[in-house]
């Protein structure tokens, strides 16, 4: 398995700033993800962070408002930009450890609340 | 991916065992069933994982039908500590979009004393 940890745990932040989010997992992965979820939803993919090359993102999510880096194999950030109300989710980490079965973990999530 | 049908609430006398269905009737032979739980205010708990066979971890057992389109999590002695939502997901092979993790809306399991 993988320690997943993420700063911070929480945050209430004004529309119309940024907050960036750090994950930091305990040993090398194959594979990082950010997934967000809203109030009362299951979670939903919002991009794969590529170690060294721009993130991967899913439909409805684009690059200018979740920027994310990867600079190496343990550590990734997201960053909400020019937040709404909207934005309130938690957000978490998810890596895909390398050498296990390919299973993926989770961290415990950042609980963001922007009014 | 392949969708994933659960039922969106069941409960279940503590100590007894809790059987989560799930169907998947368009998975793909190469695509693997996975079961992860949502405690509140926590990340998701990977519980278990198979392909064809059943499988069972310290945690719960997989049962997978033999045509593949449905599966059940068994959890053999239910607790207190186990009422959360269990997602059923079907993943693809790591080689079809690096495998994602879908996650549909899942089974809010209450373990009632």
């Known amino acids: 398995s993988a320690v997943i940890s993420q700063k911070p745990s929480r945050d209430i932040c004004q529309r119309g700033t940024s907050l960036t989010i750090q994950c930091q997992v305990d040993s090398q992965v194959t594979m990082m993800f950010w997934y967000r979820q809203q109030p009362g939803q299951s979670l939903t993919l919002i991009a794969t962070?590529?170690?060294?090359?721009?993130?991967?993102?899913e439909s409805g999510f684009v690059i200018d408002k979740f920027p994310i880096s990867r600079p190496n194999l343990t550590f990734s950030t997201l960053t909400v930009s020019n937040m709404s109300p909207e934005d309130s989710s938690i957000y978490l980490c998810?890596?895909?450890?390398?050498?296990?079965?390919?299973?993926?973990?989770f961290g415990p999530g950042t609980r963001l609340t922007v009014l | 991916d392949a969708k994933t049908t659960q039922p969106p609430s069941m409960d279940c006398a503590e100590g007894r065992a809790a059987n989560l269905p799930c169907n998947h009737s368009t998975i793909s032979g190469n695509e693997y069933v996975y079961w992860y739980r949502q405690i509140h205010s926590q990340g998701p708990q990977y519980i278990i994982h198979?392909?064809?066979n059943n499988e069972t971890n310290e945690m719960a057992s997989l049962i997978i039908t033999e045509d593949r389109k449905s599966s059940t999590l068994i959890l053999p002695h239910a607790t207190l500590r186990d009422t959360a939502v269990y997602y059923c997901i079907v993943r693809a092979p790591l080689y079809n979009q690096g495998g994602k993790l879908i996650f549909g809306q899942g089974t809010e399991l209450s373990v009632k004393p």
């Open positions: 962070a590529n170690q060294g090359s721009e993130a991967t993102y």
């Open positions: 998810s890596v895909r450890v390398a050498g296990s079965t390919d299973t993926q973990y």
């Open positions: 198979g392909l064809k």
